[in-house]
């Protein structure tokens, strides 16, 4: 029989896996701290827990184990961007970023991504596959391992699309809140999507409180459909009215986030178009200034451009902020550091495979 990955059982699997070893289930307790409160990566770190039981865990188990292939650190601000290998050696990105408020990681929820964004060099290489709940989870242990710094918010922002990977994305959420593991609060946690309809209905009956980010970034449907792709699928009406559903029932206050491009969607027009859209409605919108990526063809907005944005949309009673840039002195932009491993593996395959038929 195949051996399970324990890391992705909920706290009352793991009771029923116990007791279907002929154990008693309240070592679940125990066992479930030590997953994910210690993050332990082998069985016999169990101390607690009697050698009889570790080896019928070993025999029918397994624990996984992210590993860190590359950290790039900020030199300005601390940031920190990691590149990281999955069991299956697909490479992910994790960002611990330092604020006032404590630190938060950005997590991916794919290897790769289907939207394609235009924007966005997480998708340029295309979809290879989902992440389990563990592997999302895992990457909150890594990095505090790896950095020594405790995380206290989570962002689900990294490489792919969350909602598209719903099931595990919320199990992974339920598995990061729980209090035996590392208990972190749902309002602590900001999940981003493109706007996939469907599940932020499904997401709002979930009864988590997390926060929902929706990443806008054009004011009409014939401009978004110029740089997202899903914009095709769903309008920006139909993404509104989930959202107003979502604050319905979780009472919770809608981010949404609006890449500013320079000539693009940048004009006072866009602003006051944004105003209208959003206005009575419990939000707030994060201006981002687009992260330029190797070969893209989109351009920064200038500060006098983002300024004057923020004000229209303040004055439209739009609560707006600028998020602040972090890491730009490394590759923080999502997908980036990823990208560049991809190719340089594949030059280094192409070289291998050269060689090889040189022989
Ligand atoms: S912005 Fe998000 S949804 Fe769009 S391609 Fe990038 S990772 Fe995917």
């Not at 029989?1 to 009771?15: A, D, P, R, V, Y």
């Not at 596959?129 to 909150?140: K, N, P």
């Not at 995380?151 to 719903?166: K, Q």
Request: net charge neutral; glycine share 6%.
């Amino acid at each position: 029989m195949e051996k399970i990955n324990i890391n992705e059982l909920t706290f009352e699997e793991l009771e029923k896996f116990i007791e279907e070893l002929g154990e008693k289930k309240f070592h679940a307790k125990q066992i479930f701290k030590w997953l994910h409160r210690v993050a332990v990566t082998s069985f016999d770190e169990m101390t607690d827990i009697s050698k009889a039981l570790r080896e019928k865990l070993e025999e029918k188990a397994y624990i996984i184990e992210l590993k860190v292939i590359e950290c790039q650190t900020s030199k300005k601000d601390g940031t920190m961007k990691f590149l990281i290998e999955l069991p299956d050696h697909n490479a992910i990105e994790s960002v611990l970023m330092k604020y006032h408020h404590g630190n938060t990681i950005c997590v991916s929820s794919q290897v790769g991504c289907k939207m394609g964004c235009k924007f966005c060099a997480s998708t340029k290489e295309g979809w290879v596959r989902s992440l389990y709940a563990s592997e999302i989870e895992g990457q909150l242990h890594t990095v505090e391992k790896y950095s020594g710094e405790k995380i206290s918010n989570i962002v689900y922002m990294g490489i792919g699309e969350p909602l598209d990977n719903y099931d595990n994305v919320v199990k992974s959420i339920r598995l990061i809140n729980y209090p035996l593991g590392l208990n972190i609060g749902a309002r602590h946690i900001s999940l981003s999507t493109c706007g996939l309809v469907p599940n932020i209905y499904k997401l709002a009956q979930e009864n988590i409180q997390c926060t929902l980010s929706i990443s806008l970034h054009a004011v009409t449907d014939e401009k978004r459909r110029q740089t997202m792709p899903i914009a095709n699928k769903y309008t920006i009406k139909e993404i509104l009215d989930a959202c107003k559903e979502y604050i319905r029932l979780t009472g919770r206050r809608i981010s949404f986030e609006y890449a500013l491009i320079y000539g693009q969607n940048d004009s006072k027009e866009d602003a006051l178009a944004l105003g209208k859209l959003l206005r009575g409605m419990i939000a707030h919108v994060n201006l981002i200034p687009v992260n330029e990526i190797k070969n893209g063809i989109y351009k920064k907005a200038p500060e006098d451009h983002i300024q004057a944005f923020m004000d229209t949309l303040n004055s439209c009673g739009v609560v707006t902020t600028v998020r602040r840039e972090l890491g730009s002195d490394i590759d923080a932009a999502c997908g980036q550091l990823r990208k560049k491993y991809i190719d340089k593996t594949d030059e280094f395959e192409d070289k291998k495979y050269t060689e090889s038929s040189n022989d």
